[in-house]
Antibody
Framework: QVQLVESGGGVVQPGRSLRLSCAAS????????IHWVRQAPGKGLEWVAV????????YYADSVKGRFTISRDDSKNTVYLQMNSLRIEDTAVYYC??????????????????????WGQGTLVTVSS | DIQMTQSPSSLSTSVGDRVTITCRAS??????LVWYQHKPGKAPKVLIY???SLQSGVPSRFSGSASGTGFTLTISSLQPEDFATYYC?????????FGQGTKLEIK
């Protein structure tokens, strides 16, 4: 079945680095954009980054821009999130999610709409001294 | 960046209640609005996309509507498995911002 599995989380000191992986299966990986979303303890969901289906476009949240890098290896059906200069406030469960899309009529606006599905189960990153 | 303002932040409700959650975008998003359900320790689950389209497999008691930059998620008759946190998200442009979330609690 369609599945995403995150790995690479753990405990790391402030200022250090960590690389998360998101392994995909059950679908044509090279046809989909993949996102990272995080949830800090007791907080809501925060979008982090996206990489397009072909890797040509990448976008980041301001909170991680310049510190995090998203990449993909289609030969391994895997997306990575390289996290450098980690801060206490980066502590969170990190989820990867596939961007799916379809045709819908939203009121009078018919077009191609997108959503995140599926999501992985998440991997916990704890930044602490 | 587009800001998503969701309310209420929490709601004390009972099984069988009709529940309405609202979300407002800071600018037009042309109905690129998604609703998710999130339970602790689980992956978020998409309920509604394109503001009002029900995701396959989602019960029909969930519905979404839109009016300009305002959006509503309605649960017509709350079931025990619906106690969770709900988020709206705009997928119109990056960064794909979420609302702050609405936690449904048992009264």
């Amino acid at each position: 079945q369609v599945q995403l599995v995150e790995s690479g989380g753990g405990v790391v000191q402030p200022g250090r680095s960590l690389r998360l992986s998101c392994a995909a299966s059950g679908f044509t990986f090279s046809s989909y954009a993949i996102h990272w979303v995080r949830q800090a303890p007791g907080k809501g969901l925060e979008w982090v980054a996206v990489i397009s289906y072909d890797g040509s476009s990448k976008y980041y949240a301001d909170s991680v821009k310049g510190r995090f890098t998203i990449s993909r290896d289609d030969s391994k059906n895997t997306v990575y999130l390289q996290m450098n200069s980690l801060r206490i406030e980066d502590t969170a469960v990190y989820y990867c999610a596939r961007e799916d899309w379809g045709i819908a009529a939203a009121g009078t606006l018919e077009g191609t709409y997108n959503w995140f599905d599926p999501w992985g189960q998440g991997t916990l990153v704890t930044v602490s001294s | 960046d587009i800001q998503m303002t969701q309310s209420p932040s929490s709601l004390s409700t009972s099984v069988g209640d009709r529940v309405t959650i609202t979300c407002r975008a800071s600018q037009t998003i042309n109905n690129y609005l998604v609703w998710y359900q999130h339970k602790p320790g689980k992956a978020p689950k998409v309920l509604i996309y394109a503001a009002s389209s029900l995701q396959s497999g989602v019960p029909s008691r969930f519905s979404g509507s839109a009016s300009g930059t305002g959006f509503t998620l309605t649960i017509s008759s709350l079931q025990p498995e619906d106690f969770a946190t709900y988020y709206c998200q705009q997928t119109y442009s990056a960064p794909y911002t979420f609302g702050q979330g609405t936690k449904l609690e048992i009264k």
